[in-house]
């Protein structure tokens, strides 16, 4: 008999699949980590179970403990799915940004959901950074996990996605391409990486209205390059612990409507239903190829964080599409109809 003792026992192994349409006027070979395959949708799976059970081992967190995160979402379905399995209490504190489809599905799998205002700055007792603290402050026997400077984050994708990556590909990976948020992913993979192969080139997506770009092209941490965005996942406005700029070789923005366009274009043309981050990181490539990043020998491998049911009322929405001016085709309305 071949089954899991648990749901967290499917986590990982995830597969790679070559892409065909979107970046055929790339000259290479583009293979795509799909990582919607884990039991929570998406890559933060395997962080999340890294980081409860290195917080196991080090007795910080204790039997019948509280986990409390600041999280878009794929972090706390990972975190709420260990907790389900490991008897913890488990609370997501959320910006109001997020999709509620995000905050119904924490909901569902049994977590406590706090809503914080996005446009506040960090400190501000009110944003979701500031919150997630002083409740892990005030709620006796809890945990905060902090997936932006926790080490075990970036060490999931190091010991798990980073190799998985490499057998997949023989050790031919020439380039590996993903968004950056708290940064876990691409520091965990690239280091694996570039320990195996310095060659490879890593190369961060990231959005406008972060500082991510600025900084390692400058060293410089920007306030002006701040300002509130569309794009989930991606970007940040603070730096990271776990975004290690020194394996990353660069950063390429996209747009929000470019971001959203290609999330809808990876469903109807790849039959690819994925994430707002995975339409950002397939537009990044173009751009990348547009500089000439990529050469007809490369294999490029790009990182698809989480599943497109999470964004049906955003993206994947015609009004929501339109309100914001990302839906260029002319659209038929029943009044056209009957007038023709
Ligand atoms: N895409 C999505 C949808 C995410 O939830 C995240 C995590 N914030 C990322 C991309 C970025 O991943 P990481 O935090 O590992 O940089």
């Known amino acids: 008999m071949d089954y899991a003792e648990n749901i967290l026992g499917t986590i990982g192994n995830t597969p790679m699949v070559k892409m065909n349409v979107l970046t055929a006027e790339l000259p290479c070979l583009v293979l795509a980590k799909y990582e919607t395959f884990n039991p929570g949708n998406s890559v933060k799976d395997r962080m999340a179970l890294q980081m409860i059970e290195d917080a196991e081992a080090a007795g910080i967190l204790k039997p019948g403990g509280t986990i409390i995160e600041g999280t878009s979402g794929n972090t706390g379905m990972g975190l709420a799915l260990a907790a389900i ?23 569902a799998v049994g977590s406590e959901v706090v809503v914080c205002p996005t446009d506040v700055e960090p400190d501000d007792p009110r944003s979701y950074y500031s919150t997630s603290k002083r409740l892990a402050e005030e709620t006796p026997n809890s945990w905060y996990v902090n997936q932006y ?10 010991n798990s996605t980073g190799p998985e990556i490499w057998e997949q590909t023989d050790g031919k990976v020439t380039h590996f391409v993903v968004g950056v948020g708290t940064g876990g992913t691409i520091s965990g993979v690239g280091s694996y ?25 400058t ?5 002006n390059e701040i300002y509130s965005y569309i794009t989930e996942g991606i970007g940040e406005d603070i730096l990271p612990l776990n975004v290690n700029f020194s394996i990353i070789d660069g950063f390429t923005k996209v747009t929000d409507k470019d971001a959203a366009v290609y999330t809808r274009r990876l469903a109807k043309e790849e ?28 294999v490029v491998v790009v990182l698809f964080h989480d599943h497109g049911s999470r964004y049906v009322g955003k993206m994947f929405n015609d009004e929501w599409m339109r309100e914001r001016g990302f839906l260029d085709e002319k659209v038929t309305v029943a009044e056209d109809l009957i007038k023709s």
């Open 85 to 107: 399995i490991k008897g913890y209490k488990m609370v997501c504190v959320i910006s109001d940004k997020q999709s509620k489809e995000k905050m119904d599905i924490l909901r």
């Open 149 to 158: 400077d926790n080490p075990s984050n970036c060490k999931a994708h190091f």
């Open 193 to 217: 990486l570039k320990m195996k192969n310095p060659n490879v080139k890593i190369w961060g997506i990231d959005t406008y209205g972060s500082v991510f770009k600025k900084y390692k092209e």
């Open 219 to 223: 060293g410089i941490f920007d306030e």
């Open 271 to 298: 039959g690819m239903f994925l994430g707002n981050s995975a339409g950002a990181a397939v537009k990044g490539l173009l751009q990348l190829n547009e500089e000439g990043k990529f050469g007809p020998d490369d």
